[in-house]
């Protein structure tokens, strides 16, 4: 066939080359002249020959249909495109065979897929529907690929699925995608990252949803107008009105252009599918409150590399998939170090990950996130707020954290809004604006962390009164400790009270020394509660804990397996000064000094109490780098800091 005729119907890609064949030998026997034209008359005696049992006016009507040139005469391309009129099923096998497979391709444009077609079909000469090694070759050929023989073999066996020894037309685009792999890294940097911030969509839904989007970008202009968005809701069934689709763009504009860019575009599919929110939210965000540590841009990160490597689709990760994640990552973690991750958190042994075990394994890869929650959020939080229980202290966070988006560590009045509707409270936007302006001391229009607890005290005001009944009427037999003292030790008290019940019990008291590098068993641990159990309770309540300090004060004995972890309970404050200058002659001793058995060369630290600035030394030793705990009030907030000093004594 002359290569002219195959050339034109490389814009026709639903005829197979035996259909361009039949065609050019049709038009050719029908153009005399070899003028490349056939006119009115000549169509009609093509028709006739090829069994088409159209009359003369049906024939002058699809004559001056094709006749875009009005020329009076058709040429080979108009021929083709009357054939695609006479044959409207072609398109359609065409459109189930070759384009519905390549929605899985799609750093492919439809230019680059026809190109292809006609490619695969060219040197598929048997018509078969696969190219086998011999045609392969003659492919690379033409599409200038000096490829030797058995590297055509080693090509068709990495994608040759099925092991047919051929390649079938989805095993072709994945040639195609080895041999044209920076289309891949353009399309992942143009598509996939401006698509990272639509979490609710899946890799698959963002794969057609380009798809959709390049489709009616008619004019490839990397756009959508107003026109080309009316003909895709009407292909999806919506009947928009005109002034509905401008107000759509209106809404989703950002850069004022008149137009939706691909990133505008998917701010229309969340309108669209409203639905896909709700479920991503169900089905990854509610879980990730279990682990506040995590901001919600990072759950973010975390839900879409989740989704990327879930590769089939199946809602959990293997450990050969979690490998190749992790080395995404930067992580160099072998197959075997993956799998080893896998069984440590795979609950349900089920030999893959969930999202909640995957959460618990960026758990163990980034240990210093759960420190700096204790230390930024829940320790704070104890010391300033200590009538709120650690499940209190954790729902607080979890609805501060949800809302604040950007994990800037503020939330602004909407938010606090919808924080507000999610603890099941219905304030308007004047009552919510008014608990922000309450507390906010900086004027920043936003409420930090331990502003938004400041507006819980104040919502939830009998906290307080029952705080101070349940503590402060345990420390009644205990008249050497100031309010003060209380607060600060019921601080530490609330930070290992894991479950709000008002006691440690093992269970508690096993991670606290954990989280300290003591390591013991539950009998230990049991041992350490009996010590000092004076009711037999089984646990530590407030009292008895009281008891404790008590005996630390008098220089009596405690049990020394308590003692690190008594000193992590009274000092969990983090570090807010920047400096603190205090000589060694203003420090004085009002009680007396401590006698643990502890190194010499040991930190420890020092309670300092405004507005006398007098120390408690939890700790002398002849040489000795201290730390010194600042706490202060200001406008009824209690905010601590400390900073090191070096001290001589």
Known sequence: M???YWAAAVEFPEFTKPDV??????????????????DAKELTNAFKLMGQGTSEEETNKLFNEIDADKSGAIEWPEFLMLMRKLYPFKRREYEKSFLGPAILFPEFSHDDIKVFVAAFREFDEDGSGSIDADELEKAFRAMGQGSTRQEIEEVIKAVDADKSGAIEWVEFLLIMRM???????SFEKNVYLPAREFTEFSKQDIDVFYAVFREYDADGSGSIDATELSKMFKAMGQGTSEKDIKQLIAQVDQDNSGEIEWPEFLHVMRLVYPDKRKQVEREFYEPANAFPQFTRPEIEVMVQLFRDFDEDGSGTVDASELATMLRYMGHGVSLQEAQTLVEQVDDNASGVLEWPEFLQVMSLLYPDK????????????????????????????????????DGSGGIDVDELE???KDMGQGFNKQQVKGFLDQVDADKSGQIEWLEFL???RNFYGQKRAEFEKEFYGAAKNFPEFSKADIDVFAAGFREFDLDGSGSIDVDELGPALKALGQGYNPAELQGIIDAVDSDKSGAIEFGEFLQIMKSLYSGKGVPQNLQQLLLHLLLPLPRQLSSLQLPPKQLKLPRPQLHLQLSPNLQVELLLFSPSLQVELLLLSPSLQVDCLLTEMLQSVSLAARQSIQLNL
């Open 418 to 420: 919808d924080a507000f």
């Open 21 to 38: 064949m039949a065609f050019a030998e049709t038009f050719k026997q029908f153009d005399s002249d070899e003028s490349g034209s056939i």
């Open 370 to 405: 759960e420190r700096d929650l204790q230390s930024k959020f829940y320790r704070p939080a104890f010391m300033n707020y200590p009538e709120f229980t650690r499940p209190e202290i954790q729902v607080f966070l979890e609805s501060f954290r949800k809302y604040d988006v």
């Open 454 to 456: 400041q507006i819980m």
């Open 2 to 4: 002359n290569a002219q």
């Open 179 to 185: 041999l044209f792999a920076e289309k891949r890294r």
